[in-house]
């Protein structure tokens, strides 16, 4: 399973990376980040399990002020 997702997110990272050029930056989010970055090949930039969380918190910050 997670070969399958590694090769799958390497298509989508090069595609991505091609388009967008040098200014691409690979992150990895989630609670598997960490396990996932073993199976991509490309360079990851930064991994944080608790992006999505601390995108959430903010939101809910900012719409509470």
Excluded: C, P
Excluded at 4 to 33: D, P
Excluded at 35 to 51: P, R, T, Y
């Amino acid at each position: 399973l997670f070969y399958g997702y590694g090769q799958m997110l390497q298509g989508m990272i090069g595609l991505l990376k091609r388009k967008a050029g040098s200014r691409a930056q690979v992150v990895i989010t989630g609670g598997y980040a960490k396990l996932m970055g073993k199976f991509i090949a490309h360079k990851v930039d930064v991994v944080d399990k608790d992006l999505v969380f601390k995108g959430i918190y903010l939101a809910w910050n900012s719409a509470t002020e």
